[in-house]
């Protein structure tokens, strides 16, 4: 949360599971839980528990809280104020488009006013590849106040202690290149203006670079040292090896810890301020893994683990807290833990995690416990445009591009899908492999993929070891959980499901090219073409396009690698055996050499994570040779005081950038993860390996043991020395390395070429105290069998045998799901349309996934996001067109998938006979169906598009693209007529206006007749009249209000029919009828109106009839209401009407969806429905209402046209001119508007003795049609 904090978190669905040292290990057949973190703190220090808790004063505090926590959906900024009880809120969500990942990482510092942050942030998985981890991060700034976030345009280390804030408004991000490139370059970050300053280049290795005045001071091998603006370094103060947790105070200092003997450390204090050598003060003295130093707010500093500092110092505060440990700003809270609690997961689709954050309070030491729950919000848009992904441009519609991968098995390919495995196999598979037993038969045309027959140690046979032995199941084990998570798919499938082969930088060019302009710009769209569980890279390039120095393997046995998990395992074992073959063989050995020993892999895991330089090369390296230096623990880049991975907390898995990448791998040896082995459940993903020991207490400690010390591989023999400082070139100035290595090239240039090739030891008695394996299953154990979570809809259940379906493969695409035959030709074609950005590439494409599920056993699914997100380039398009002209109505369904479909607004646009007409459909739902997009009339070729834009898209819920059906129905023409009387009003309750409705009904022959401000007493003389004319209908009237003085002709006050209201009639039975009323707080209510209620603010209804008319084979429901007027002189003289337009919205849109149904009325709201008055019952392109207005007036896109002609229906009065005030909505889903059915008939006669016009509104006649099935 502050400088040099990381985030606390657990990996995205990975759980660690302490391992008992002692305890009988399960039976292979059970299943292992974790230990479950709940949730049951509050979400904030309970107010009556405030001052108790956080002191007296709590409401005057301003301190505030920042925390950082990644998973799966991105890398949270989260902040609490202490005047609202430390509730934690999400300030801001980082991540990259198209960038996947099981977690997001990173490390932020806050500056000197807590208005800003600075982050760094990037996948898990580049902690695994050098070059990402030095300078692959992304960054950003954010502001904590308002939640903006600022993109820079520059990649920074992945390093504990990258990025530094200083004791202003300046920071500096870090990028190494020490390994490759020879130099660090320092950039220095203005938060306050969020943009970079200057870019320094220095010789060597330099860490821990902070901003101390208008200067940068770093730490050096030996000492803290000032950084120049050209690079050269001069010695502030002298030190016992290379300084750590280097932070700047307010008064001009620089804090800072050092290692002091083998495993303690010194926090010390050196004023900045002057020009020459300063002289350190010691402040604290501890364990070497007790003692830490972060910052807070205008520059003050915090040493954990120090209740008490030995020596004074301005703006500095011993804190008793562990290292590690999250001060807030001010320092009146202490974040002590953070860690995700365990949920049940149903599907493979991320969610943020929910936290149990512990804390102290440091005025009263009380400590206290926090629920928290981070919200995804938009990923920003910035300005580092070399973040995306590089695709090739040859087809705009095509998913995969097949002709343009480097990678050789495509993505996007559904004849090329993996099965999702779960755990429980990948444990088999690797059981199986290092015992020489993984011969599974693979049959042809395994799965449907088209592969010859194959057994997976058959194509990669087990190699036997140097000295015999076999390689422990956890340390293969450990590799997978670090490199995939024991995934061979993509992380959207669950275990059973096929989709995508999880495929490591799948989309790029050829990174070896001699540009050196752009060395500092790592592109993650390099094709490392790494896949599955192990991620094996060697021979997994399209022949043709290999890497130097790389064969190709032969296509079919790439296909295996990609798609089957047991040949993945039993590629990347082989790959393990031959570098301890390569190690072993060239003199590397670890304690006794004993293969069965945990530990003793540490050179071999080593060498598989970043290669091995032989000694028939030492000459081209002035004598270095042996595993790398970007791995060896004594590396300045890791935390000298770092624990053994996972040993103490599982919160290590949050900032797995601390460790190297072997004390990674044996952490995850004792430590399983945990990972979904079907919907709902989540399991230990294997047996940890054992210590023995005589006793808990014992054996627990030499599993502690299993990190080396940092100094192991550091000795004479790779020119290395601990703690030594080398002389400058000059006077005060520093020489080129930095770091123990003192490694020189022939020039006489200290490279960092410390490569380590001893044999060497840390554990004496190893045969007692390493680790040891736990092998599951037995060689030649029966094979686990395959999840079967979500199965695919097969069958063309809920489809009548006429239906016309458009699945979203061709024909002849088989599926790789078991038992899933396709019972029908396709009738048309899907095409997606990718859009191009500047480069003329198609970088939708990343973002689009395939699953083995949903109709046919395929779908597709991408993400929404706005129009206007990354300007466009992420859209993804598909349209499905019919392969024929087809004529009359017909129902238009859409198949929706049980998973991955999680947009409430996918707006599907269907090109009808009228033109184009929008249906948005809520894709969430339970199980595999059919869901109606509507009834259409066509005469045309008709196609149906959708698009991944939706207006809440935020990168984050998952579109689907799976089938279309084209079902023909018959129809009969509905008539409606719709007037607003005045009854009650201008005619006083006569008959007169009765008598032009029945002129009307005469003329029209309407089906369903809305009537408003209309008497009790003109309504039964509305029926009886129908009746005289021989055209009887049914009806019913609610009333609005009662004793109405208009309706009093010819009746007593006391006469109960002196109402007036709303009413319905219509030509079929009345088979059932409703009356509500709008009460004072605008919300429906089920009753009738009681006398003199008016006066209480009741004088709005509705009126509904069930009816099925003739002719016809399903029930109709016709409502009709009245809104309330406008109030002039208010801000909003539509604020109730818009209210009461909701509760309509709330009541009848799910009637709407179920069934006809027909909507009139005066809603009294003359603007435009585009401004969203109307919107809760619209379903384009206002929302996801479901009905659609037959005369809509406003326009809706491009790709959907106005309707009829939005003639007024009411003539001119006092507010203003003829204006529109009445609507006739109709269900979206169940029936169909044909065009030119409306007319707005102006000449409504005269009434009270030919005096007077018989209404201020105009008749209103419609028609729309009725499908019968």
Known sequence: MLRGVTAAGLLAGVLVVPSAALAAPPGPDDEVRAPEVTATAPAAVPANDRARVLGERWQASTDRAVLATGDATGFHVLAADAGAGYAWKTIATLGEPGVETDRWIGNMCVTASGRRAVVVYAPRTYTNDERLFDRGGFTAVVDLTSGAVTRLPVRASLAYFDPACGAGEQAVLTQAGDTDLGRTRLVRVDAAKARLGARIEVPGQLTSAVPVGTGIVAADDGALVRVAEDGSRRVLAATEGVPFDVTADAGGGVVYAQRSGADRSQVRRVSAAGKGRAVPTTL????????????????????????????????????????????????????????PVTKPVTTGRPVPERLAVKATATKTGTGTAFTATPEVAAMPVGADTKATAKLAAASPTDPADFAERYCAVPRNDPRNQAMQPKPRQVEWAVDQAVRGALTVSRPANWKNLGMPAYTPQGLFPSRALVGGGAVPAQIMLGIAAQESNLWQAARFAVPGVTANPLIGNYYGLDIYDADTSDDWTIRWSDADCGYGVTQVTDGMRLAGREKPGETALPYQTQRAVALDFAANVAAGLRILQDKWNITRSAGLQINNGDPSKIENWFFAVWAYNSGFYPQSQAGQNAGAWGVGWANNPVNPKYPPGRDAFLDRT?????????????????????????????????VSGYRPAWWAGEND???????????????????????????????????????????????????????????????????????????????????????????????????????????????????????????CARPWTNQGTFQFQFHPDSNGNYPGKVDTHQIGG????????????????????????????????????????????DHGAQTTKARYVVRTAYGERVSTVSQPG????????????????????????????????????????????TGTTVEILHWNLAGSTKNKGDYDVVERLIQEVQSRKPDVISMNEVCMRQFEHAAARLKEIGYEMAGYYHASQSLVPDCFIDFPPTETRTSAGNAVLVRGPMLSHQGFVFNASNQL????????????????????????????????????????????????????????????????????????????????????????????????????????????????GDSCVPRQTGAPTQVGTSQGGPRKIDYVFASRWHLVLPPDRVQILTDVGKCGGDQHACSDHYLFRSEVELPNG
């Open 1085 to 1196: 209510e089920e009753r009738i109106v009681l006398p003199g209620e008016v006066q209480l603010g009741v004088d709005r209804s509705v009126a509904c009839v069930v009816t099925r008319l003739p002719g016809t084979s399903r029930d109709l429901k016709a409502c009709s209401t009245h809104l309330d007027q406008e109030k002039d002189g208010a801000s909003n003289p539509y604020a109730d009407a818009e209210k009461q337009v909701g509760e309509l919205a709330r009541v009848f849109g799910p009637q709407a969806k179920t069934m006809p149904f027909i909507l009139a009325g005066d809603f009294n709201i003359k603007v435009p429905p585009s401004n969203l008055a109307l919107g809760a019952l619209y379903g384009d392109p206002a929302g996801t209402g479901d009905f659609v207005e037959v005369d809509q007036e406003r326009g809706c």
């Open 697 to 819: 207490d014992v054996a627990e400690r030499n599993r502690t043991a299993v990190k080396p010390p940092n100094h192991q591989f550091c000795d004479a023999s790779n020119n290395c020395v601990p703690g030594a400082s080398y002389p400058p070139d000059a006077p005060e100035v520093i020489g080129e390395p930095a770091g123990p290595c003192a490694h020189k090239n022939a020039a006489g240039q200290r490279d960092l070429k410390c490569w380590y090739h001893q044999t060497t030891g840390w554990k004496a008695d190893c045969p007692n105290t390493c680790g040891n394996e736990l092998l599951r299953f037995d060689p030649g154990y029966a094979y686990q069998d395959d999840g079967t979570a979500y199965p695919p809809n097969c069958s063309l259940t809920g489809l009548p045998a006429n239906a016309k379906i458009i699945d979203d493969v061709p024909d002849g695409t088989p599926s790789i799901r078991p038992n």
């Open 926 to 969: 339970s199980g595999n169906r059919w869901a109606s997009l509507g009834t259409f009339k066509f005469n045309n070729q008709p196609d149906v598009k959708l698009s991944s834009v939706t207006p809440d898209g935020n990168g984050t819920q998952d579109i689907a693209f799976d089938a279309v059906a084209f079902v023909p129905v």
């Open 854 to 897: 949903g109709f046919g056993g395929h779908f597709w699914f991408a993400h929404t996001r706005t129009a206007q997100a990354e300007g466009g380039r992420l859209q993804v398009d598909a349209t499905w067109r019919l392969n024929q002209s087809i004529t009359g109505l017909w129902k238009v369904l859409v198949a929706l998938p």
């Open 650 to 682: 599982y919160q290590d898995a949050a900032h797995p950038q601390d460790w190297p990448y072997p004390e990674k791998v044996l952490g995850w040896a004792g430590h399983p993860v945990e990972v979904l082995e079907s919907p709902d459940v989540m």
């Open 284 to 339: 604290a003295t501890g364990p070497l893994t007790g003692l830490g130093v972060t910052s807070g707010r205008g520059g003050r500093v915090f040493v954990l683990g120090a209740g008490t500092l030995a020596a004074g110092a301005p703006g500095v505060t011993g804190l008793d807290a562990p290292r590690g440990s999250s001060p807030s700003l001010d320092g009146e809270l202490v974040v002590t833990s953070v860690l």
